[in-house]
């Protein structure tokens, strides 16, 4: 089990734990289950890179204590 910290830099900071096996998809479902939000109306970045719902997090090589930028469209 792996530990996301994921901000959305209007002042939200969810820490969400999950397995590493886990896809983007779970990972959003999580974290909107936390913030109250719909899932499919956020996106997960890092850097520049736009994260896809359907690859794994040990894909992406998203390990324990990682940050996440999040983002609502």
């Known amino acids: 089990i792996i530990e996301v ?4 830099h ?3 900071k969810v820490r969400v734990k999950c397995n590493s096996d886990d896809t ?3 990972l959003k ?3 909107a289950a936390q913030i109250g939000t719909w899932w499919d109306k956020t996106l ?3 850097w520049y890179t736009i994260f896809k719902d ?3 997090l040990a894909d992406y090589e ?3 204590g990682m940050n996440l930028e999040l983002y609502y469209q």
């Open 5 to 8: 910290v994921c901000n959305d």
């Open 10 to 12: 209007l002042g939200k």
């Open 24 to 26: 983007i998809w779970d």
């Open 29 to 31: 479902k999580l974290i």
């Open 44 to 46: 997960l970045k890092k």
């Open 54 to 56: 359907h690859v794994s």
């Open 62 to 64: 998203i390990h324990d």
